[in-house]
């Protein structure tokens, strides 16, 4: 059984297949074998699960779930000068890592591996609020995920109501998750270091939403008030129709500004704007 010792450094991988990392992929490479398995510890319990790593690169963070326990980790890469080495380690664990070519965005990772299973990735920053607003309707799919987004991103994720960083992907995320902070990873971690700090999440979907409503009803309410956070509700919601009745169906005070909602108030309002659209 393959261990730590017998797999070959990632400095050496990288050098011998050419994996200069790539800003235009949003490419940040984990060597820190510590720190890798340090986040797929965070990712516990692995032995059982089904994992899917996004952008896995070179493998860092891979080897570090297969040490870890995955019963099988599916690794999605979109720059096919990593998929030799990623190939290499497949040999290292036979049957235990599959290597999928192709764009994560377009991938539906429910169709990769049966449960259990989770999601664990250093995501790429360029995708990773798209990749999280995709998997929405079907996070419940999934055990846990576990991932590593810009702080600024992270902090958004866990917002609370009447504070700055409350917006749009906090409502979205937190009406059907659990959103959890875990730690921040400096720049220095990474090959090539980026600009800004970064944070690894845990996200663990709701038993049930918070409040029930439809998500293409939802994202549209948030869309409209975030993006004119700094009117009063009554003014921002007009786009959407008659601001008057969405509120009172609602119940929701019409001078209030968007950072002042609760989950359950904005999930309020979609079922307004539900029954005001038939």
Not at 167 to 175: H, M
Request: one cysteine or more; charged letters at 20%; glycine letters at 6%.
């Amino acid at each position: 059984m393959a261990d730590a010792l017998s797999l070959p450094p990632l400095r050496d991988v990288i050098r011998r297949h050419g994996l200069a990392a790539r800003k235009s992929l949003g490419q940040n490479f984990l060597l820190d074998l510590n720190l890798t398995r340090r986040i797929a510890r965070s990712a516990a319990p692995l032995d059982g699960f089904n994992v899917i790593e996004i952008g896995p690169g070179p493998g860092g963070l891979t080897r570090a779930l297969l040490l870890e326990g995955a019963r099988r980790v599916v690794a999605i890469e979109r720059d096919a000068r990593c998929l030799p080495a990623l190939a290499e380690l497949a040999s290292i664990f036979p049957g235990r890592l599959e290597v999928v070519p192709g764009d994560a965005l377009a991938i539906d990772p429910t169709t990769l591996t049966p449960a259990p299973r989770k999601i664990v990735a250093n995501l790429p920053y360029n995708i990773a609020t798209p990749l999280l607003v995709a998997w929405l309707p079907h996070l419940g799919e999934f055990a846990d995920y576990t991932l590593m987004f810009q702080k600024e991103v992270a902090l958004r994720l866990a917002a609370k109501p009447g504070t700055s960083e409350y917006g749009r992907l906090s409502v979205l995320t937190q009406w059907l998750a659990y959103v959890e902070r875990l730690f921040d990873v400096t720049p220095k971690a990474f090959v090539p270091p980026p600009k800004v700090t970064s944070t690894l999440v845990r996200l663990t979907p709701r038993p049930k939403p918070q409040a029930p409503c439809d998500q293409d009803a939802l994202e549209r309410v948030t869309a409209a008030v975030f993006g004119q956070r700094r009117k009063m509700l009554r003014q921002s919601l007009k786009p959407l129709g008659d601001a008057a009745r969405l509120l009172h169906d609602a119940m929701v005070d019409p001078t209030a500004r968007a950072e002042a909602l609760t989950v359950s108030e904005f999930c309020a309002l979609a079922r307004a704007l539900m029954i005001t659209s038939i």
